[in-house]
């Protein structure tokens, strides 16, 4: 386990400001700066310098940050473990997008448990930012994610690749005819909000476009899907997201697909973990489990 001068430094790392941590912390500044200097000349090595005024982690700094960050967690997890284990149950905790937890995650839990009822499954269902934040801090064991991924940081394997649409109301004038992207820019736009893998995957695309979000003409940000698709098939703008998050809608004809000209978009969904945690063959585990339960509900 890592002690309190460790914990510190993982602080620190996290705000970026002597002061603030030890606001954080609740300790005084000169005692923040006491444990990182206990832990450099333990090290032998500078963790921490001033560039431009800002403060940045050295190289051996950073290794030691990502090396507490999976002791850390690791810790929380067999703490979690230790404690449930009187229940003759597994506990299982992970986070989902929104997208993923709202509209794959469903099926796949619920064959999970015809085949392995023993297991206790936790899903937090939050935006990209919060996840992987929870899977630093220990609070999850894994995360399936839209969007990208910092391959340094975290293990990554495909969980499954899905279909990025552009959609409008039944009513739109683009129904029925073939669309040119740059006329789709004198809508109003509805998306997620900063943070979100979806926002993140449809500004990446904007880019290949040499577009951005300000190339709108208007634009709403909403935190929930459910809204987002009901302005969009009340016409009161398009969107972007996932077929399989409109595909009740789109079956229903709620919803109608854009036909945008030479526009192709599949993304892959992710189940990620921090990079060589000492559960590393347990989560991969789950993966195979939860892959194969994917593919039998889609059969």
């Known amino acids: 386990m890592i002690d309190f001068r460790h914990k510190t430094f993982l602080a620190l790392c996290a705000i970026g400001n002597y002061t603030k941590t030890a606001e954080h912390l609740h300790i005084t500044q000169p005692a923040v700066t006491q444990h990182i200097q206990f832990l450099e000349e333990k090290y032998k090595c500078k963790l921490l310098i001033y560039e431009n005024k800002r403060l940045n982690l050295t190289p051996e700094g950073k290794e030691l940050r990502d090396l507490l960050t999976r002791i850390a967690a690791d810790a929380n997890r067999f703490e979690r473990h230790v404690t449930s284990r009187g229940s003759h149950r597994e506990d299982i905790y992970f986070g989902a997008t929104l997208s993923i937890g709202e509209y ?70 683009y129904v029925g005819r073939k669309v040119e992207f740059d006329e789709i820019l004198e809508s109003t736009l509805v998306l997620r909000e900063k943070g979100s893998g979806t926002r993140e995957i449809f500004e990446n695309i904007l880019r290949q476009y040499n577009y951005s979000l300000d190339s709108f ?60 945690s000492a559960f590393s063959d347990k989560y991969v585990g789950y993966y195979e489990m939860m892959k194969e339960a994917s593919n039998r509900d889609s059969v």
Do not use: W
């Open 217 to 276: 003409q208007n634009i709403i940000e909403i935190g929930n899907m459910a809204a987002i698709k009901k302005l969009v098939a009340s016409n009161i703008g398009i969107t972007f997201l996932y077929e399989i998050a409109a595909q009740q809608e789109l079956v229903a004809g709620e919803l109608h697909q854009i036909d945008v000209v030479g526009f192709d978009a599949t993304r892959e969904f992710n189940f990620v973990f921090l990079k060589d």
């Open 104 to 173: 794959l995650m469903p099926q796949v839990i619920a064959e999970v448990l015809r085949t392995n009822p023993r297991l206790n499954i936790h899903m937090e269902v939050g935006n990209s930012q919060v996840l992987l934040e929870k899977l630093h801090q220990g609070e999850l064991d894994f995360a399936l994610i839209e969007g990208i991924i910092g391959k340094a940081q975290y293990h990554s394997l495909v969980f499954s690749r899905e279909r990025f649409i552009p959609v409008c109301a039944p009513s739109s004038t």
